[in-house]
């Protein structure tokens, strides 16, 4: 009984420690992607989940890693805040700290969807916060990025599957070369049916717990094995880079260290 005690509080111990060490750990992930139709190459940041983590004082280990990187734009694909954010946010805070060196671009995901619906206290604040630190909001909008490449922003919804026909009502017809952010890869599918060259999700957060050549345990809808957690997949000859996400939300990461992804663009003919 004492032996087996002893063997169940170093378990405790050691699974703990890796938790933490899992939460505090950053890592940045390097990703080449060809994309047809641009003629030179570009470096994106990309950014999802940061569920209001500071990295530093107002986010400076995030800035400054970003500052070495000089990206030529940093997109957010979502939940860089929680569902009550009633506080100046981190995310407006690591822009700020930017100070517009970088365009940043914010697509919604399920906690931003839902503040902004007003559940369950409201945050306009936190929208208005982001526009005046220089954020671009697509909410189910796109912008022309370095006037080459159309981006566009989907915003997470509970309600609605986002497949081509859904996507075609709220964008047309994707134009070419194009970059989908859309929070959640579990329609990644649907999402290369539209049409658009490259997709960028998040949401999974790796799948919370990590085992080592097996990948993610659970999505946030809580099922099991999620097929697209992290990385970059081909999915219907569309490519799609999921984020494990830059922040925690408790209690998951185990074995699923933080990420900034830096993806350089290629053209299809260099
Ligand atoms: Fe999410």
């Given at each position: 009984m004492k032996l087996f005690l002893i063997t169940l509080i170093v378990f405790i111990a050691a699974a703990l420690l890796i938790y933490i060490i899992s939460c505090r750990t950053l890592t940045v992930s390097r990703t080449v992607v060809i994309l047809p139709g641009i003629d030179r190459e570009y470096t994106v940041v990309h950014l999802a989940d940061?569920?209001?983590?500071?990295?530093?004082?107002?986010n400076s280990r995030l800035c400054s890693i970003i500052d070495e990187i000089a990206p030529d734009a940093i997109l957010c694909t979502g939940d860089?805040?929680?569902?009550?954010?009633?506080?100046?946010?981190p995310f407006a805070a690591m822009v700020k700290n930017l100070s517009g060196r970088f365009p940043v671009y914010l697509s919604l995901g399920n906690h931003e969807a839902r503040l902004k619906t007003g559940?369950?206290?409201?945050?306009?604040s936190y929208f208005d916060e982001l526009r005046r630190s220089g954020v671009v909001i697509l909410d189910n909008e796109s912008a022309k990025l370095f006037g080459r490449i159309r981006l566009y922003g989907y915003s997470f919804d509970y309600e609605t599957k986002p497949d081509k026909t859904l996507l075609d009502r709220i964008f047309g017809e994707p134009e070419q070369p194009s970059i989908l952010m859309a929070?959640?890869?579990?329609y990644a599918e649907e999402y290369a049916e539209w049409g658009c060259g490259l997709i960028l999700s998040g949401?999974?957060?790796?799948?919370?717990i990590r085992i080592p050549f097996v990948g993610g345990v659970l999505s946030p809808d809580k099922k099991l094995f999620p097929k697209y957690d992290s990385g970059l997949y081909d999915v219907k000859g569309k490519k799609l880079y999921v984020s494990r996400g830059v922040g925690y939300y408790f209690p998951d990461r185990f074995l699923s260290f933080p990420e900034l992804s830096v993806i350089k663009l290629m053209p299809e003919n260099p």
């Open positions: 940061m569920h209001k983590k500071y990295w530093g004082d107002d860089m805040t929680d569902t009550v954010d009633t506080g100046s946010s559940y369950p206290f409201g945050a306009k929070h959640d890869p579990g949401h999974i957060h790796g799948g919370a």
